[in-house]
Structures are given as structure tokens and as C-alpha cells.
DNA sequence: TTGAAAGCGCTACCAA
DNA sequence: TTGGTAGCGCTTTCAA
């Protein structure tokens, strides 16, 4: 009000009787103030409404408050609840250290070396958060050339900082729990061959198999690659097996849903025929007509220790790579049940 | 490589064995520099892996290209993908100008006047997008006291910078849709009270019934709230009208969803007893055992419009407070159909 | 077409 | 506990 244009840090020096050195103190919350000279500089700042020029306090060597979040777009609609996990766990997490979120979506599916790297250009970024490694290869290449700090969500890789589920051990748990319903023929459906997820959720698999002394029958490994179709196409495949399976661990929910919907329409029943476990707890998951036995991520949860291991690793709290895996959940619902008698 | 810390522009014009003017020029693709400095100064860039400051850039005077948008947080489930919609709608606008996106998650149902404002004082926001009025009105208020331009989604008022979807002729299509199929009675469940969207919708309605000379019976006006609940509450009372309606016209998928499950449950059919019409195209829509007739909301369209919007804004091409609505469209499943004959 | 130099608003260093 | 002042890296006059 009383002078044109914006309000500066020597305004309020002036209006509070001090230097600009003290109202700066005041500002950063350096206890080196008297009391009163604080209440004056308050005082100033509110009668003034001043704001702090964040780009001048960034230049004079201030650090930066804000972070870059780098997502996928999803192609499939059902993705984008991981998606809005993501961010609200991402934007949970900073919010606890008054931190920035700069978001920055590349599309999907494109070559990654035409992505659009224009977010390492900002100098002010203090650090980078991926909400995945695959699609974002090149950018995280970068990165790391350019010396920019950077935590990598649901990916393991102990020369990386990353946050990641424990797909190994859900898998586990998921063969486990059908095991421990009594099933013997178990088979699976696989995600993308070598993509870290299928690879370590198959690993799960085998291992369990092998630890509850069950036979990996021959064709009982259907290789699937997320997509619905993959899982009805699987599941077809798996009823030309000579010994049907009792139960299919399908590596995710998409392909989990249309597994089941083949499989009532071949006019056998879920659970009773065959019992279906699937991965992800997508929302379409509990809403379906037969809902859908599966593991739940923590998606938002990933998400937010994510951006706390940033703020770790760009307050220099840390040193090296780190890592951190989560545990997921066995959300159980109406696919599965025992086998039948004689079955 | 050459130097220890950060390249900047007087490194630039030092090995270009030109000015830091020209250089800056260069950056900012001024025209008056000959095509063969032009080109020194690129090389030496390209050398040097020098990148602007930000901070600097915008401190010196240059115009910022980031711009906030504000979001909320939903509770409900299907909701995030109204919330990805509108992300993927935005982050698609701004980056036809190469602007950046900050985001700012705000807590659902939360007293906006405890809301966290830090965001409005980022100075170097160039302004704000918020994604909703309802639950922002704190904020939008103090934006507009900071004089910092802004657009407002969903929502439609002469006096502000908004896009919206038009849910008055959306309505209207949706009866003349049932109407044209032959139904003459046609109830409604209603959004939540004194809500814009919910408004809107019933007042379509009302002009439409009134359009067709068609009566709304005693009772035939429920009132909801979105919730899954009020959806089955309000088809409870629909059916205790003397005169059953051959069709309802949802104001919200969720509620429509639960509608129809009533309806189901109580031994009629869907649509052969009673026609739904939905609105919003919830992801679930097209997968529930009879998939929904109902409204798409263009979202990612009317976020992306609003990116623009904004940027015509900041850029002084626009005065005073422009509006914009868009055109939802109807989608037809089978939850619709003509009323039995005699009914 | 080019460049010198004056800020932009702030923090950090050094002195007092 | 306080303040003077030198940058931080850039854009933008203004002169040449």
C-alpha cells in the first residue's frame, strides 16, 4: 500500500529501524536476534505483507525448497490410481519438510532419449524423485551425470537410491497363503519377461514351490505381460495342460481380472474350480463380481519414504547409495478358496 | 570439467571470447546477434554444459514459467482419476509453452482456513491453477488480495477466470436421451445440495422435463450427496413414489452404480424395469455388470484449456475475467433403454 | 551488432 | 547482538 511495486527486504530494514542483515535473521530463524528486534521486524513484515523473494534467496545461496517428481503418464486407465498414490505419498512426505513439489509427466511408451529433459535444467530443483526406473533410463543417466540427487521408487539396485517393494517375499506370501488352503497344482502367469517385478515375483513363485515341496508342472509358467489380454490368453493356456491347475498366481490384477472372466466363461467356477490370486489391488479389484484376492502395494507409502530418503540424501544426512523395500500386503477376498475334494 | 563448481555465464562469454550480453542474448534468442557469434557462443555452451541459472533469470527481471496448480486430496477412491485427469490435462497445456509445474496437494474436507498457503507465497509462481472452487475458497481469496492471477476449474462465475463443463445442457441431453427413448417417467437423485455441479444438473433436468411436457411427479426429486449411499438411500425412496419411474437420471456415477444395484436387489431389471443415466464416467462405469449410460466430463480437456487460459493471462493477451465452458457428452451403454410397454 | 555496468533481493562474511 | 557490504548470476538499459 504505501509504495509501488513489491515489497523488498530493505523495506521492511527500514520500516522495523534495522539493518537488512537482521530482518534476514529473522526470516531464516537464526536465534542471534534479540527478542525485541524480532517483534519489530514481525511487526514490519505483517504491516508490510512481505514475502521473501525465494529466486534472490535461492541466488545468494539459500537452498532450494523444491523437488522434482518425474512420472509416467499412464497409458491404462486403471494405472492411474498408482499414479495419484504416488503423488499424494510424494506430496505427503515433503510437505513434512515444508518442500516443493515440481512435477514433471512424460509420456508413455516413448523413447525415452526424445524425452523432454528440460526439468535437469532447473537449477533451482534440489533434487529428483522417479516413480519408476523403466521409461525414465535416460533421464536418470543424466541425472547422474549432471550430479543432481535423486531417489528411484519400485526398483532395487544397490548402487542407486531406491525405494521398493519386496515383490520376492509378496509372492512368497501369496503362494504361501494358496498352499496353506491346500492347494498342490499351482501354476502362474507372469508379468513382462525381465522387467524387475515379473522377474522377482516369479523368483517368489519358484522358490515357495520348491520350500512347500510342490511340483512346478510342465507348461504351469505362462509367460504374460500385463496387459488384460496377456492374462486371458495366459489362462487359456494354462487349461490345455494335462494336470488343470487348482490355483493361478497371476502377476498382476488386469491380467488377474480377464483370467477370471475366461475362466467362468469356459463355465468352470472361481473359487470353487480355480482359485485366483492376483498382484497390484487395483480398484476395479474389490468391485468386480467375484473380488479379487490379491497383494496390495503401498504405493503412497513407497512414495512418501521416498521423499524422505531425498531429504536425507540432499541435507547430506546420508552417504552412498541407499535402499529401502517395503512389505506388501495379502488382501484376501472371494477368489480363492480350498480345492475341491479329489481335485 | 574445466572448473571447479558451477559454470556461468562469465564463463561462457570468457570462452566464447564475447560478452556475458551476448551471451544472455543468445539464451533468450535475441535476434541481434550475427549468426557467427551466435554459433561461438553456442559451441562454448555445448563445451561447457553451462546452464542458465533459474534463479538468476528470474531475479534479473526475466519472466518466471512456473505455474502452481492446487489440488485436492480426494477421499474417495474413483475420484483420483478425475485427479489424474486433470494433471495430465495441465502438465499437456503448460508444456506446449514449456512451463513448469508445481503441485500443491491440499487435504480433503479440511477447514481451508487452516490450509497451508506457502504456495502463494512462492514468488516465483507466475499463478495459479486450482483445480476446484469447493475447498479452495481460503486460498482463491488471498490470491486474488496478492494480485496473482489465476484460473479456476469446475466452476463457473462471471466475475473470476474459470473453465467449467456445461452440466446444464448435459442434463438436458441426458432427458432428452430417456425422453427420446420413450420414457415419461423420469425421477432424479441430485449431487449434493448447493453445490454448482449439483445445481446445475437438477435445474437441466427440471427445463428439459418441462421442455418435453413431461410431469414430475410427487417425489421424483431426491436429494443426494455423490456418496455411494445416497445413491441407494435415494433409490429407496424412488421406489416408494406411487408411480414407479421407468427411468432416474443419476447426478454422480457413484451413485448411480449403487442405484442400480438396488434396483437389481430388489428383483427388477436394469434397464429393462428402470433406465439409469450416470454422470461423470467413473473408470468403474464401463465394467459394472451392466455398464452405465452416462455423462463423460471432458476433464483432461477443460485442465489443458485452463492451462492455456492461464498462460493468455500472465502473458497480458487477455483483460478482466474470461470464461469458458465446455460440452460433456453423453455415452451410451445398457443401463438404458426404452421403457416396457404399458409401463 | 556489441559490450559495460547497474541493478534484481537476498545471504554470508567480517567487523564492530 | 548488530550492521556494512560483497557477491550470487543474470537481464537490461545505455552508449558505442
Not at 52 to 65: D, E, F, R, T
Not at 173 to 195: C, E, V
Not at 331 to 342: D, I, L, N
Request: charged letters at 25%; proline letters at 3%.
Amino acid at each position: 500500500m504505501v509504495k509501488k511495486g513489491k515489497i523488498n527486504i530493505s523495506d521492511v530494514a527500514r520500516t522495523a529501524g534495522l539493518s537488512t542483515t537482521t530482518v534476514s535473521r529473522v526470516i531464516n530463524n537464526v536465534s542471534t536476534v534479540s527478542s525485541s528486534n524480532r517483534y519489530r521486524v514481525e511487526e514490519a513484515i505483517k504491516k508490510l505483507n512481505y514475502k521473501p523473494n525465494v529466486s534472490a534467496q535461492y541466488l545468494a545461496g539459500k537452498k532450494s525448497m523444491t523437488v522434482g517428481l518425474v512420472i509416467q503418464r499412464y497409458a491404462q486407465m486403471f494405472q492411474t490410481f498408482h499414479m495419484s498414490e504416488i503423488i499424494h505419498g510424494v506430496a505427503d512426505g515433503l510437505s513434512e519438510f515444508n518442500m516443493d513439489l515440481l512435477l514433471h509427466v512424460t509420456p508413455p511408451e516413448m523413447d525415452d532419449r526424445l524425452v523432454n529433459t528440460h526439468i535437469l535444467n532447473l537449477t533451482f530443483v534440489r533434487g529428483l524423485l522417479f516413480s519408476d526406473k523403466v521409461g525414465n533410463e535416460e533421464m536418470i543417466k543424466k541425472a547422474r551425470a549432471e550430479g543432481i540427487d535423486y531417489v528411484i521408487m519400485i526398483h532395487h539396485d544397490k548402487s542407486e537410491n531406491c525405494v521398493s517393494i519386496n515383490n520376492h517375499t509378496a509372492a512368497i506370501d501369496a503362494i504361501n497363503y494358496l498352499s496353506g488352503l491346500g492347494h498342490k497344482r499351482i501354476a502362474t502367469i507372469t508379468g513382462k519377461p525381465y522387467t524387475q517385478a515379473g522377474g522377482e515375483r516369479l523368483e517368489g513363485y519358484k522358490e515357495a514351490m520348491r520350500d512347500h515341496g510342490l511340483k512346478i508342472e510342465s507348461g504351469y509358467i505362462v509367460e504374460g505381460d500385463w496387459s488384460s489380454k496377456s492374462g486371458a490368453d495366459g489362462m487359456e493356456k494354462l487349461f490345455k495342460c494335462s494336470q488343470r491347475p487348482t490355483a493361478v498366481f497371476v502377476a498382476g490384477d488386469e491380467m488377474a481380472i480377464e483370467a477370471i472372466r475366461v475362466i467362468q466363461e469356459a463355465g468352470l467356477k472361481v473359487p470353487g474350480d480355480i482359485s485366483i490370486v492376483g498382484f497390484d489391488d487395483i480398484p476395479l479389484a474389490a468391485y468386480i463380481p467375484t473380488p479379487l484376492t490379491t497383494v496390495r502395494q503401498p504405493m503412497a507409502e513407497m512414495a512418501k519414504r521416498s521423499a524422505f530418503m531425498l531429504n536425507r540424501i540432499v541435507s547430506g544426512e546420508v552417504e552412498g547409495a541407499v535402499q529401502e523395500k517395503l512389505s506388501a500386503e495379502l488382501v484376501k477376498r472371494k477368489s480363492t478358496a480350498p480345492p475341491k475334494k479329489g481335485s
